[in-house]
């Protein structure tokens, strides 16, 4: 799996781009706020919709434009793919796959494949459990479309409920509608604690295995799915919390408060790991989500590093660096000297600056 080039209108810093890339290592690299983010970016919304960043749509658009258009072409099993994303400032974003138009944006996962690596993800484990649960759900969106649809309803429903939560402090009488939400709300709750459950016991081993190897044999990292509630316990522990969640007003159980658990010798390093560790668990994290992305897929999806080797130290660069040869990446970066020093592999490089890419043919 491959992208071939990326065409932007009016997206972010670019009023008119067009970019070519190789199936090897492509760099861009240019000083910061020129836009080199703003090129993985658009690629990342064209394999999953949305913005890496959490970006709205409107957000996306260049200022003072009402829309913005990403067109990418791919090519997946020697087969080539045009996807067409049209954001527009005030109305649902448009979808087109080989100039045919989708209704939900659940078609449009499965063609790309993307790995998306940045600073922030380095802090994955050191940080709250909204990101990693925010890990769990990009990666099992992109590989799974029953959960993606199951995450989707969960959310809306979990919404309602809350919504209807407020609403009963000055409405009693609608107390009756609670169970109907509560009924929908298991029902996608458990099948998204049984999914996730599945995918961590799926990633788990290929985290231990490619820290170990960073780690000179010196350390064994533990990954562990922690839900909320588990899954046939949710009914039963929703029913419990009730009257907390009518004090309250918000829902207080499920798998919206789900976790992940990080150890190395027992240790709980998401608290009392050294930066170090931590660290190196998340770059395990991602080089694990590789692995089980291209055992899922049967092909391999496009890595994107966006200044994350600036962060790391030259043994972690080497291995990241070295791991990836078969796949396709595109990095950014400010400088090309670390390339150069460690005679990195450099297919194709870019240079950004002020929302131009000017490809160069001699480092």
């Known amino acids: 799996m491959m992208i071939r080039s990326i065409e932007l209108k009016n997206f972010r810093n670019y009023e008119d781009l067009k970019i070519e890339f190789t199936e090897g290592t492509n760099i861009l690299f240019g000083d910061n706020a020129q836009g080199k983010t703003n090129v993985l970016e658009s690629a990342y919304v064209s394999g999953t919709t949305k913005s890496h960043k959490g970006s709205k749509d409107k957000d996306m658009i260049q200022f003072g434009k009402d829309e913005s258009h990403i067109r990418t072409f791919v090519v997946k099993n020697e087969k080539e793919y045009q996807i067409d994303i049209h954001l527009k400032k005030n109305r649902p974003k448009g979808i087109a796959v080989n100039r045919i138009p989708i209704k939900k944006a659940g078609a449009l996962f499965g063609i790309l494949n993307i790995v998306f690596f940045s600073p922030e993800d380095l802090n994955i484990i050191k940080n709250g459990p909204a990101q990693r649960r925010r890990f769990l759900d990009l990666e099992l969106c992109q590989l799974d479309k029953i959960y993606l649809s199951d995450l989707a309803n969960y959310n809306k429903i979990l919404n309602q409920r809350n919504k209807l939560l407020k609403d009963l402090a000055l409405r009693r009488d609608l107390a009756d509608t609670l169970p109907v939400w509560d009924m ?69 159980v499920g798998p919206h408060r789900d976790d992940l658990l990080f150890q190395i010798s027992g240790v709980d390093i998401r608290t009392f790991g050294s930066q170090g560790q931590q660290r190196t668990s998340a770059l395990s994290l991602k080089l694990s989500e590789i692995e089980l992305v291209k055992n899922c897929i049967h092909d391999t999806p496009v890595l994107l590093l966006d200044d994350v080797l600036s962060e790391l130290d030259s043994s972690r660069q080497n291995y990241l660096l070295g791991g990836i040869h078969d796949i396709q990446t595109v990095i950014t970066c400010t400088g090309l000297d670390e390339f150069v020093k460690n005679r990195f592999r450099l297919d194709r490089v870019f240079e950004v600056a002020g929302g131009h890419v000017i490809r160069k043919t001699k480092i």
């Open 184 to 252: 929908q709300l298991i029902e996608y709750g458990q099948r998204i604690i049984r999914r996730r459950h599945a995918f961590v016991q799926e990633l788990r081993g290929t985290v231990y295995q490619i820290h170990k190897k960073i780690s000179g044999n010196r350390e064994e990292l533990n990954l562990t799915y922690e839900p909320d509630v588990q899954a046939e316990e949710f009914g039963a522990q929703l029913q419990r919390v009730r009257e907390k969640d009518l004090k309250y007003c918000q829902t207080s």
